[in-house]
């Protein structure tokens, strides 16, 4: 087993095998985990937000799907990963809230999958499993070494995809 690094929110985190990344309490966040199937070099990033042109303080680039995405990319280049050898898992975007006024400014989670999906699709990173929508929290651990990713939840069961 591992070493566990946590991955706070608007955060990110890369690793070499076989330590493994978790981040907690995904909501309407998504946590985007990248993968080298080759050198296993692994990286998280927790989404908060779709896209950084859209609000003024965007200095944290984890918090953005556009620009998260790519600096985990980046970072996990920087360590010996290799481009086209990188795969992507996704988990969270839930609705956690009902809202009456269904404009899409509330519908952050399914925004931000929107988002890390498009991002993911400009920088060819093929998507191979995703757990997202619903209207329940998160918990994921991805472990570099496999490659898997437990996605945890109350009241919904564990299960790795």
């Known amino acids: 087993m591992g070493e566990i690094i946590k991955v706070g929110m608007a955060d990110m985190n890369c690793v070499y095998p076989p330590k493994i990344l978790v981040t907690l309490g995904l909501g309407s966040c998504v946590g985007v985990c990248l993968h080298d199937r080759e050198s296993k070099i692994s990286g998280m990033v927790h989404i908060m937000l779709p896209y950084s042109h859209q609000i003024k303080n965007n200095s944290n680039l984890a918090k953005f799907a556009d620009t998260g995405i790519n600096k985990l990319l980046d970072s996990m280049i920087k360590m010996g990963a290799v481009k086209h050898k990188i795969v992507s898992k996704i988990a969270g ?69």
């Open 93 to 161: 975007g839930a609705q956690m809230f009902n809202f009456n006024d269904s404009s899409d400014i509330m519908r952050i989670g399914a925004r931000n999958v929107q988002a890390v999906k498009e991002t993911l699709k400009q920088l060819n990173i093929p998507l191979i499993a995703e757990d997202t929508g619903g209207n329940y929290g998160r918990t994921i651990e991805f472990s570099s070494e496999s490659g898997m990713l437990l996605v945890k939840t109350i009241g919904h069961g564990s299960k790795w995809i």
